[in-house]
Structures are given as structure tokens and as C-alpha cells.
């Protein structure tokens, strides 16, 4: 029996008899972690875990409020004009009960969503063009699960996320020419197919994307800054992985970049690695 003993112990490794307990693997759960928070990476997952999207937290992610929630307490603020106005026609004010009612009006129709189609001038919410190929983040992103920073690699380690070059499409589409479970090649794919075979042409081009987010010139924002303390894609972008067709969510005014900076422990979202990012002028005006 005590050399059935040290044969065991033999096995287990030094881990065993060093600790008396062998050394715990990461779960996963722990090891998808890893791979969805920007700047993060285990050595001891492999390539596919590495690149999984930020899917489980995208889905608890705040995203920018692009007009089709409802806004409750302009609700609210429409039921007490509503009231005022029943107050006035009471007791005969002239005229206050049609203004009322017209300002209550007005104040649900935006509430319930109407806020989407009126904004300041230079406010591109909302704006979603066509794109020379109907390319779709809801699938690639959302159904297929690709990893934002497997076509925007430069999020992590520049100011500028990029756009892919063909190359990185034809990865996987020198193998994938039409949609799942359809024999006929797709008219989409065969576009891009097009942009790769003239690359070594006189016709050679580069796909002319319509570009959809777009700062001033005197605004100057960095995606790596953001990425690795922890911000994730959608907080700014929306729910890209449901888009079929990309859209900006948000308003990138400097209002709404400020009241992120503002935020102080215990009001920013627990994911983040730093709150209260600078309020100064030049951090952004350089």
C-alpha cells in the first residue's frame, strides 16, 4: 500500500506535492471572460476563445438611447399638461386649454418615440446608408459570433478602428460564396469577389464604403484608450451585432461624450477598468 502511495503522488507532479491539492484549470466561463474584454488575453486558451464577441456582455451593455424606447417621464410631464389643460377649460381660461393640449401632445409624440426624427443641426443620428455590398454585422456579428476585432484589429492598438481590407474577407470567402444551405452563389459575395480578382489589374480599387461615423476634424478620439479600459462596441455603437445595415446610434455630440466622463464609481458600469475620464478641453481639442 505505501508504494501504491508514492506512485500516485509521482504522478500527480510536483503541483500535488508542493500544495497537496492539484492546480485548478480555468473554467470557460473564466477563459471566455479573458477573451471578450479588450486587452486581455489568456495564453492558455486557444485561437477560437481568444477571438469570441462580446456577446454575454454586449447583450447587458447600456446602449445609446436612439429615440425608439419610451421616455417615461415626458409620459409623465404629458399627463400633467393633460391635467392643466382639464383645470383650465374648468374654470374658463381662454386659450390655455388648447395650448396645453397641443404642448401635450407634442411632448407624448416625442416621448413614444417621435424624439428619433428631429435633431440639432450636425446631428447624424440615426443615419444609415446604403453600402456599395449589403454587408451584415447581425449575421457575421450577431449569428455567426466573428469577433469585432477580428475585421477591426486596429481598435485595440490605434485611434482608428479601421475598415478591413479585402484580404481579410477572403479568409473566409475564398472557401464561403453564397448563404448557408443555398447552392446558388450570393450576389453580395460575388462583389467582393469582383474587388479580389482585380487587385493585381488596372481596374484595381478598393470598395468604397460609405463612411457612417464621422467626428469633427477638431475632435480627436481614441479607440485604444476606450477599448482597453474596458468599453465595449455597443456602448457606443449601438447593438452592431443586430444591424443588418449599419447605422450610428449614437449622437457623438460632446455633451453626450462628456456625461460618460462625469460618471464616479458606483454610476459607471461595473466592466469598466477606469470612471471619470478628463473633462478638460485639450484632452479631446489637440
Known amino acids: 500500500m505505501k ?5 500516485v503522488l509521482a504522478a500527480a507532479g510536483p503541483a500535488v506535492a508542493g500544495t497537496g491539492h492539484a492546480p485548478k484549470r480555468k473554467s470557460a466561463q473564466t477563459l471566455r471572460y479573458h477573451a471578450v474584454v479588450p486587452g486581455h488575453r489568456d495564453p492558455a486558451a486557444s485561437l477560437d476563445q481568444q477571438l469570441l464577441p462580446q456577446e454575454p456582455l454586449a447583450d447587458k451593455v447600456k446602449t445609446p438611447d436612439e429615440g425608439f424606447s419610451i421616455y417615461w417621464p415626458g409620459i409623465a410631464f404629458s399627463l400633467v399638461l393633460l391635467a392643466g389643460m382639464i383645470w383650465a377649460w374648468q374654470f374658463g381660461v381662454r386659450g390655455a386649454p388648447l395650448v396645453l393640449a397641443l404642448l401635450a401632445i407634442l ?4 416621448s413614444l ?3 428619433r426624427y428631429f435633431h440639432l443641426l450636425g446631428n447624424q443620428q440615426g443615419y444609415e446608408p446604403v453600402q456599395p ?3 451584415s454585422h447581425a449575421i457575421h456579428a450577431g449569428k455567426l459570433k466573428i469577433s469585432c476585432f477580428y ?6 492598438s490605434s485611434d482608428v478602428a479601421g475598415v478591413p481590407a479585402v484580404s481579410v474577407c477572403m479568409n473566409c470567402h475564398n472557401v464561403v460564396k453564397g448563404m448557408a444551405g443555398s447552392k446558388e452563389p450570393s450576389a453580395e459575395i460575388a ?5 479580389w480578382d482585380a487587385r493585381a489589374t488596372p481596374e484595381a480599387a478598393t470598395i468604397p464604403w460609405v463612411r457612417v461615423h464621422h467626428l469633427p476634424d477638431f475632435a480627436h478620439f481614441s479607440h485604444r484608450v476606450h477599448i482597453a479600459n ?3 462596441c455597443q456602448e457606443c455603437h449601438g447593438p452592431i451585432q443586430k444591424m443588418d445595415r449599419v447605422r450610428q446610434a449614437a449622437s457623438l455630440s460632446m455633451g453626450w461624450c462628456i456625461q460618460c466622463h462625469r460618471l464616479r464609481p458606483g454610476q459607471a458600469p461595473t466592466h469598466w477598468k477606469r470612471v471619470g475620464g478628463p473633462t478638460d478641453c485639450a484632452a479631446c481639442h489637440w
Open 3 to 7: 508504494w501504491a502511495w508514492l506512485l
Open 107 to 110: 411632448c407624448a409624440y416625442l
Open 113 to 115: 418615440g417621435g424624439r
Open 133 to 135: 455590398i449589403a454587408f
Open 151 to 156: 475585421c477591426h484589429y486596429g481598435a485595440r
Open 191 to 195: 462583389k467582393l469577389l469582383h474587388f
Open 230 to 232: 474596458g468599453i465595449q
